[in-house]
């Protein structure tokens, strides 16, 4: 029994030593050769009513409900400040046009500074659109360093937020909420 245990324990830590070390390895990429380092991270946004004319086994996009996406920004670095991009880009099905995708926006961030960015952002991220968006939207949110200025790695974690809605469009039922941290990559 106390084998197992042993084992179990150092099995734990070895893992632990490799992800961190692929942690590592990742943001030393994104941070270093001249590669910009990039986040990108999934939002779900608006409203997504019953479709009555579905025929199964097809299904809408997410189940109906109300959603929202909560991204938080945090640099947790006391002695750099970090000059970030931001855009937003709609995902579409395959079968329809390609999605819109925002101009970029610059954000600084100081010092142990942190900011979100939510549903509300998101569309104004977009402006004006010769056509409105719709009720209900999903896609990425992009964020990446300012060239020449290499930003820190950031702590970035997303929280998504839905609640159920009835046929008759009411909001009803439990909230479910999720949180999910993010991690960098190097970016072309």
Do not use: W
């Amino acid at each position: 029994m106390l084998n197992r245990i042993l084992l179990l324990s150092t099995l734990a830590i070895a893992v632990a030593m490799l992800s961190g070390e692929s942690a590592r390895a990742q943001n030393q990429n994104c941070s270093s050769g001249g590669l910009p380092c990039v986040y990108s991270v999934k939002y779900v946004c608006g409203v997504q009513a019953a479709l009555a004319n579905l025929r199964l086994p097809s299904e809408p996009p997410v189940k109906p409900g109300n959603y929202a996406t909560a991204i938080n920004i945090h640099n947790f670095h006391q002695d750099q400040k970090a000059v970030i991009l931001k855009r937003a880009v709609i995902a579409l099905p395959e079968n329809q046009p390609l999605g819109q995708v925002s101009p970029f926006h610059q954000v600084i961030l100081g010092p142990g500074q942190a900011f979100e960015i939510d549903c509300s952002d998101i569309v104004t991220l977009f402006g004006t659109l010769p056509v409105p968006l719709p009720p209900f939207i999903k896609g990425f949110v992009e964020l990446r360093d300012a060239p020449p200025n290499p930003f820190p790695t950031l702590s970035i974690t997303a929280v998504y937020t839905a609640q159920a809605t009835t046929a008759a469009g009411t909001q009803g039922g439990p909230v479910s909420i999720e949180v999910v941290p993010v991690q960098p990559f190097a970016g072309p």
